[in-house]
């Protein structure tokens, strides 16, 4: 089975005509090389502080430069507007990276910045990872400032809420054949783990959200990670951007 036939990838254009001269509603910020084009209406003055200074995904950023292989399949779930994705396409090549994005809205942005960026041949798969068992789908918690979107309930308010596709975790790694898997998803995290990871995965960078569920949820996903024969990286880690690497037999 091909792999978009299996995920549903969003289908575009082979050739996509990008402007110089950008909409009024929209916002060009350039980090690390990367141009990244993003609609005001998503974007709330934190969020552009930290996108106009450049630290947007910088520690996600510098854990994969430390580890990243030309020969790593890079999946990344939570991709945003497509920085990291961007980022691991220049290492690895187009071909070898899986962006998924849960917020419908956010899709054809992220398709656009790689497309910008040279690297349009990312595969882009719209939908939310899910436990195994969920339904076919998930709700989605869309807010304003787009990183903090998430099939976390336990969210700040003001949010809207969507129906997106579930994906497992499990299907998404099989399918993309990863080798390295980033994650930003705003505590949904949590429980990702409890099911055993598949032998090609090495490497692991997920961002911890402990505001959501405290020092055991913390406690859950190390014990996931651990049980699946990863152990903590101390290079690359920092903060609640952690690193799990796969133990030598």
């Given at each position: 089975m ?35 084009v993003?609609?005001?209406a998503?974007v ?6 930290v ?29 945003g ?13 187009q071909g ?6 849960a917020?419908?809205d ?10 910008r ?8 798969v ?19 400032a ?25 299907d998404l ?23 055993p ?11 911890l ?5 405290g ?7 190390f ?27």
């Amino acid at each position: 089975m091909r792999f978009c036939d299996a995920l549903n990838c969003q289908r575009f254009p082979e050739e996509v005509t990008l402007s110089d001269d950008l909409p009024d509603d929209q916002t060009l910020y350039q980090i690390d090389g990367v141009d990244l084009v993003v609609p005001r209406a998503m974007v709330t003055p934190p969020l552009a502080e930290v996108l106009s200074t450049g630290r947007y995904e910088h520690l996600e950023a510098r854990a994969m430069s430390k580890s990243l292989r030309r020969e790593d399949r890079v999946l990344e779930i939570g991709a945003g507007v497509g920085f990291l994705a961007i980022l691991a396409a220049r290492i690895v090549g187009q071909g070898a990276v899986t962006a998924v994005e849960a917020n419908p809205d956010l899709v054809p942005v992220l398709h656009g910045n790689l497309t910008r960026n040279g690297v349009g041949g990312a595969r882009v798969v719209h939908g939310a990872v899910s436990p195994p068992g969920s339904p076919e789908t998930i709700a989605f918690f869309a807010r304003r400032a787009f990183w903090a979107g998430s099939t976390d309930e336990r969210g700040k308010g003001g949010e809207t809420k969507i129906d997106v596709p579930a994906w497992t975790l499990a299907d998404l790694l099989d399918v993309s054949e990863a080798t390295f898997l980033v994650m930003d998803i705003e505590g949904a995290e949590e429980h990702l783990f409890d099911a055993p990871l598949p032998e090609h995965l090495r490497r692991i960078i997920v961002e911890l959200h402990p505001n959501r569920y405290g020092s055991a949820g913390v406690a859950r996903v190390f014990q996931g990670a651990l049980g699946s024969g990863f152990a903590y990286a101390p290079d690359g880690s920092r903060g609640k951007v952690v690193v799990f690497e796969r133990v030598d037999p």
